[in-house]
């Protein structure tokens, strides 16, 4: 009995023995399976490449890494793959690029940021499209100075000049003695006056008459430097409207008062009126009101030998003139604007034993306004300005002119579309004078009988206003109102003209032929028309509208016209020699 339960207890033993052991086998089995799809299935990442939240973490956006740890002794190649998986970037590192990593802990940095970080000084890396390539700084050199990578690039100016561009290009060229950067030739800088200038050849020729260009051979990087340089430069100018007021008032009295006495009978006194120097009546006022070089009011009395003479005059004159330019130019591009006249006069005389040379100059009188902006970036301009204004004549004795001058030169400081007064002078000047008999004129009450006063005065006022205003586009110049301006002149003058005029009848005709032409009545419109062009053959305005007419109302007749016929033989002629 015993002998059983030991023999049970054994067989039970086994039994237990051999299903742990089934259940072993199987579990080995099934690791084996599990451990085989995982290398199937993942690459298994050495363990600095394990990217944990708790390690590296990157902000929402990508643009940073707002925290990165690299394990203990990882090489700087370590460091790459680990930057290259958390960015999403391809990063080849050449041969040479390794050694130990020596920073451990980043944080919020970019990638460029990363990369150098993981680098240190010894290493360099390029972008090449999608491409980080990271080299040795003997690598990067090579590289660098590869030749084979030099490219060119033409770069066509629109606002600076060649030669201008050439100078702020050169500090972006390379070392490299093959690259080089080239313009082309400059443009004529001074502008023909048109005054003798046609069929003496300076005109025309071999010039360039494209752009500007500037041409460079270099590497990409330092190409791409150069066309941001240009990028900043080579932009449209902004342009200065000036408005200048020149302003010039003179007043001037002049006031005479006094008695000349003659005892003589019978003699003139000159300058006065023959009928009272004993010839005549006693007594006479003349000159009342009297022309400019009159005596005024002129009184005499005559008695037995006594004569007497009262003169009384006042002259006034009050001129004022004003001048009102406008000029545009670009920004520190000198303007100039001149109106006026220029009197010839005879310089200088050269005579020899076969010949007399004589040198003819021109005195400019009127008004002209120079001026050189230089616009800043706060809205103010500081300008060189220079207004005048004149009026001369030449003296008859020797030819030589006078100048009357109303000017100034200087240099100011004036914000955008402000308006300042730049220059003023008001001068007052005072002059009395007293003529007498001696002891008599200076007797209280009767010396007035015995002497004369004139006084002078003269006032003079000299102003010149300034307006600037910055121009970025031409429509801020207002031309269309402008233009409206010269319109509304023009049709005042026409309506000025008398009614008999061929000309006011040629206006009048075609105005209401444009306007029943828009109402629709065609005939009177045709019939206005005939009018018009009968005042006025060439009148253009009046002939255009007639062909539209006609084109309209009787197209057949319009291909009739001597004008439409002769463009359509023009214009196959022209056809037959393009086919040559």
Same mark, same amino acid.
């Given at each position: 009995?015993?002998?059983?339960?030991?023999?049970?207890?054994?067989?039970?033993?086994?039994?237990?023995?051999?299903?742990?052991?089934?259940?072993?086998?199987?579990?080995?089995?099934?690791?084996?399976?599990?451990?085989?799809?995982?290398?199937?299935?993942?690459?298994?990442?050495?363990?600095?490449?394990?990217?944990?939240?708790?390690?590296?973490?990157?902000?929402?956006?990508?643009?940073?890494?707002?925290?990165?740890?690299?394990?203990?002794?990882?090489?700087?190649?370590?460091?790459?793959?680990?930057?290259?998986?958390?960015?999403?970037?391809?990063?080849?590192?050449?041969?040479?690029?390794?050694?130990?990593?020596?920073?451990?802990?980043? %944080?919020?940095?970019?990638?460029?940021?990363?990369?150098?970080?993981?680098?240190?000084?010894?290493?360099?890396?390029?972008?090449?499209?999608?491409?980080?390539?990271?080299?040795?700084?003997?690598?990067?050199?090579?590289?660098?100075?590869?030749?084979?990578?030099?490219?060119?690039?033409?770069?066509?100016?629109?606002?600076?000049?060649?030669?201008?561009?050439?100078?702020?290009?050169?500090?972006?060229?390379?070392?490299?003695?093959?690259?080089?950067?080239?313009?082309?030739?400059?443009?004529?800088?001074?502008?023909?006056?048109?005054? #003798?200038?046609?069929?003496?050849?300076?005109?025309?020729?071999?010039?360039?008459?494209?752009?500007?260009?500037?041409?460079?051979?270099?590497?990409?990087?330092?190409?791409?430097?150069?066309?941001?340089?240009?990028?900043?430069?080579?932009?449209?100018?902004?342009?200065?409207?000036?408005?200048?007021?020149?302003?010039?008032?003179?007043?001037?009295?002049?006031?005479?008062?006094?008695?000349?006495?003659?005892?003589?009978?019978?003699?003139?006194?000159?300058?006065?009126?023959?009928?009272?120097?004993? %010839?005549?009546?006693?007594?006479?006022?003349?000159?009342?009101?009297?022309?400019?070089?009159?005596?005024?009011?002129?009184?005499?009395?005559?008695?037995?030998?006594?004569?007497?003479?009262?003169?009384?005059?006042?002259?006034?004159?009050?001129?004022?003139?004003?001048?009102?330019?406008?000029?545009?130019?670009?920004?520190?591009?000198?303007?100039?604007?001149?109106?006026?006249?220029?009197?010839?006069?005879?310089?200088?005389?050269?005579?020899?034993?076969?010949?007399?040379?004589?040198?003819?100059?021109?005195?400019?009188?009127?008004?002209?306004?120079?001026?050189?902006?230089?616009?800043?970036?706060?809205? %103010?301009?500081?300008?060189?300005?220079?207004?005048?204004?004149?009026? #001369?004549?030449?003296?008859?004795?020797?030819?030589?002119?006078?100048?009357?001058?109303?000017?100034?030169?200087?240099?100011?400081?004036?914000?955008?579309?402000?308006?300042?007064?730049?220059?003023?002078?008001?001068?007052?000047?005072?002059?009395?004078?007293?003529?007498?008999?001696?002891?008599?004129?200076?007797?209280?009450?009767?010396?007035?009988?015995?002497?004369?006063?004139?006084?002078?005065?003269?006032?003079?006022?000299?102003?010149?206003?300034?307006?600037?205003?910055?121009?970025?586009?031409?429509?801020?110049?207002?031309?269309?109102?402008?233009?409206?301006?010269?319109?509304?002149?023009?049709?005042?003058?026409?309506?000025?003209?008398?009614?008999?005029?061929?000309?006011?009848?040629?206006?009048?005709?075609?105005?209401?032929?444009?306007?029943?032409?828009?109402?629709?009545?065609?005939?009177?419109?045709?019939?206005?028309?005939?009018?018009?062009?009968?005042?006025?053959?060439?009148?253009?305005?009046?002939?255009?509208?007639?062909?539209?007419?006609?084109?309209?109302?009787?197209?057949?007749?319009?291909?009739?016209?001597?004008?439409?016929?002769?463009?359509?033989?023009?214009?196959?002629?022209?056809?037959?020699?393009?086919?040559?």
């Amino acid at each position: 009995m015993n002998q059983e339960k030991t023999y049970m207890s054994q067989k039970h033993t086994f039994s237990m023995i051999r299903w742990l052991c089934a259940i072993t086998l199987v579990g080995c089995f099934a690791g084996s399976i599990g451990a085989a799809e995982t290398n199937a299935n993942e690459t298994v990442e050495p363990e600095a490449m394990v990217i944990d939240p708790n390690v590296a973490q990157v902000d929402p956006t990508g643009a940073k890494i707002t925290f990165i740890a690299f394990k203990k002794d990882s090489t700087i190649r370590d460091g790459l793959r680990l930057l290259a998986a958390l960015c999403k970037k391809n990063i080849v590192p050449m041969s040479g690029v390794d050694g130990p990593l020596t920073v451990s802990r980043l %944080y919020d940095v970019t990638f460029d940021e990363a990369l150098d970080a993981i680098l240190g000084f010894g290493f360099r890396y390029d972008q090449d499209g999608t491409f980080v390539r990271v080299y040795t700084a003997e690598q990067y050199k090579k590289m660098k100075e590869d030749p084979d990578r030099m490219v060119h690039r033409v770069f066509p100016l629109y606002y600076i000049e060649a030669e201008e561009a050439l100078k702020l290009l050169r500090p972006v060229l390379s070392g490299s003695a093959s690259a080089k950067v080239e313009a082309s030739s400059p443009a004529e800088k001074k502008m023909s006056s048109g005054e #003798g200038d046609l069929g003496s050849g300076a005109s025309g020729g071999n010039e360039l008459a494209n752009h500007d260009l500037i041409i460079m051979f270099d590497y990409p990087e330092n190409v791409e430097r150069a066309e941001a340089v240009l990028a900043a430069v080579d932009v449209r100018p902004q342009q200065v409207l000036i408005e200048a007021t020149i302003m010039a008032a003179t007043l001037t009295e002049d006031m005479e008062f006094g008695i000349d006495w003659n005892l003589l009978s019978g003699t003139p006194i000159t300058g006065f009126p023959n009928t009272i120097n004993g %010839y005549g009546t006693k007594a006479e006022t003349s000159g009342f009101a009297n022309a400019p070089g009159g005596r005024g009011l002129t009184v005499g009395f005559s008695a037995d030998n006594v004569q007497a003479i009262i003169t009384a005059l006042e002259t006034v004159t009050d001129t004022t003139l004003l001048a009102n330019p406008k000029i545009l130019a670009v920004n520190k591009q000198e303007g100039i604007v001149y109106i006026g006249k220029k009197i010839g006069y005879e310089s200088q005389t050269t005579q020899t034993q076969t010949s007399t040379t004589q040198s003819v100059e021109f005195l400019e009188t009127g008004t002209r306004l120079a001026f050189r902006p230089f616009i800043g970036n706060d809205g %103010y301009i500081r300008m060189d300005i220079y207004p005048k204004d004149s009026d #001369g004549t030449l003296k008859t004795a020797n030819n030589i002119p006078d100048e009357t001058s109303t000017e100034l030169k200087t240099n100011v400081v004036v914000k955008d579309g402000e308006t300042i007064v730049i220059g003023g002078l008001f001068r007052d000047k005072v002059d009395t004078s007293k003529y007498q008999v001696p002891v008599l004129g200076n007797l209280p009450f009767v010396g007035a009988l015995f002497r004369s006063t004139k006084d002078t005065v003269m006032r003079q006022e000299v102003i010149v206003v300034l307006t600037p205003h910055i121009i970025g586009e031409a429509a801020e110049t207002n031309a269309e109102a402008r233009l409206n301006d010269i319109r509304r002149r023009r049709d005042a003058a026409e309506g000025s003209l008398m009614g008999l005029d061929s000309a006011k009848i040629a206006e009048d005709a075609y105005a209401r032929a444009a306007k029943y032409y828009l109402e629709g009545d065609v005939e009177k419109a045709v019939y206005n028309l005939k009018l018009a062009l009968m005042m006025r053959p060439t009148y253009l305005e009046a002939l255009r509208l007639r062909e539209r007419i006609i084109a309209e109302t009787d197209p057949d007749e319009f291909r009739r016209l001597d004008s439409v016929v002769i463009d359509e033989v023009e214009a196959e002629q022209t056809q037959n020699w393009s086919r040559r």
